[in-house]
């Protein structure tokens, strides 16, 4: 069933909603003589520009870092869940500005470092500057902060009007407003003149909130493209890495031929890696009996990552790589359903 929310009567009481500001484009400012963007003053932005937020909601700003999202990572995604959970009890809801470049990876760790949420998380961001003209960051932390005095108990990208899972979103486009999509789960919402939730399409649970931190960077991800040699890839197998992703093609085939990337799966398979086949096609499930090369990874005991998204699955092992490093374990712990990122 679609919901639809209008603004609430200004007589309602407000919700409390922290503002946490990671930097971005949003927040930037063209600085002279070369009109190079740099990092601005976001609080007093917000308030000369965007003034009308504050009669959707009681709103707090925390910065806890300013930085480009390039260079946003897993110290960072602990920093912010540390902040939610800690903050947990304070607040109706929690609105994210960070930078679109990795934003689907953040939420996708959020998700799974705050499980079972009971209160939104909000990732939202801009194409544009809010000092520029044409910006598409005031209409977006509107429709966030709106969304975030709403029963949406999970962590949701919004941007450009839509309304996706974290976790199962990517960055699709560069240039345009609509920059995330959401290729195998549909969206949770959209906002127009209302906001509409798809709420049969949320990710409940009566599990208790659980607050997970850590996660463990000896995960690997290979994209497989024509003519590549696996071979040059046989040093990472004596590393410290415990998990692999392999990109191929289509369900998730591989070259055995010329190249032959099955000895180097095996490889890994043998030294105790955990190993999982992924494809670059964004649309669609990984079926690994659909082909020879597929068939034949099975028989090595290799996984899938079935209809995540790479960014999804790549945290999720970083994740569980935190409290086991065997194959078995990894395999089971992966296939469970955290957050709404699988299925």
């Not at 809801?93 to 953040?106: E, K, L, P, S």
């Not at 079972?116 to 966030?144: E, F, H, M, W, Y």
Request: with cysteine; net charge neutral; hydrophobic share 45%.
């Amino acid at each position: 069933m679609i919901y639809s929310y209008q603004m609430r009567p200004f007589c309602f009481i407000m919700k409390k909603i922290l503002l946490i500001h990671t930097g971005g484009t949003f927040g930037m400012v063209p600085v002279e003589p070369s009109q190079m963007l740099a990092p601005g003053n976001l609080q007093e932005q917000i308030l000369t520009k965007v003034p009308e937020i504050k009669s959707i909601a009681d709103i707090e700003v925390e910065i806890p870092f300013n930085v480009d999202s390039s260079n946003i990572c897993s110290k960072e995604w602990d920093c912010l869940s540390a902040i939610i959970d800690g903050k947990m009890d304070n607040y109706d809801g929690f609105v994210i500005i960070h930078g679109t470049d990795t934003m689907a990876y953040t939420a996708s760790a959020l998700s799974y470092s705050l499980l079972n949420l009971k209160k939104p998380v909000i990732l939202t961001g801009a194409q544009r500057p809010l000092a520029k003209l044409r910006t598409d960051a005031r209409s977006n932390l509107i429709d966030a902060i709106e969304l975030a005095t709403m029963p949406v108990n999970e962590v949701v990208i919004v941007f450009g009007q839509r309304i996706l899972r974290g976790n199962r979103s990517i960055k699709i486009s560069n240039r345009s407003y609509d920059a995330f999509d959401s290729p195998n789960y549909p969206m949770l919402g959209n906002i127009g003149l209302d906001i509409q939730l798809n709420e049969k399409y949320f990710f409940s649970t009566d599990r208790p909130f659980q607050f997970i931190p850590g996660f463990s960077p000896e995960v690997m991800v290979i994209y497989i493209h024509p003519a590549l040699d696996p071979d040059l890839f046989l040093p990472l197998l004596n590393d410290n890495l415990k998990a692999f992703i392999f990109v191929g093609y289509g369900a998730g085939n591989f070259p055995t031929s010329v190249p032959d990337w099955l000895p180097l799966i095996r490889k890994a398979v043998e030294k105790d890696k955990a190993v999982f086949m992924a494809s670059h096609s964004i649309f669609g499930s990984i079926n690994l009996n659909l082909y020879e090369s597929g068939k034949k990874a099975l028989d090595l005991c290799v996984s899938n990552i079935k209809n995540m998204t790479i960014e999804a699955a790549y945290v999720k092992l970083m994740k569980i790589l935190t409290y086991s490093t065997e194959p078995k374990v990894i395999y089971s712990n992966f296939i469970q359903n955290l957050a709404g990122e699988i299925g």
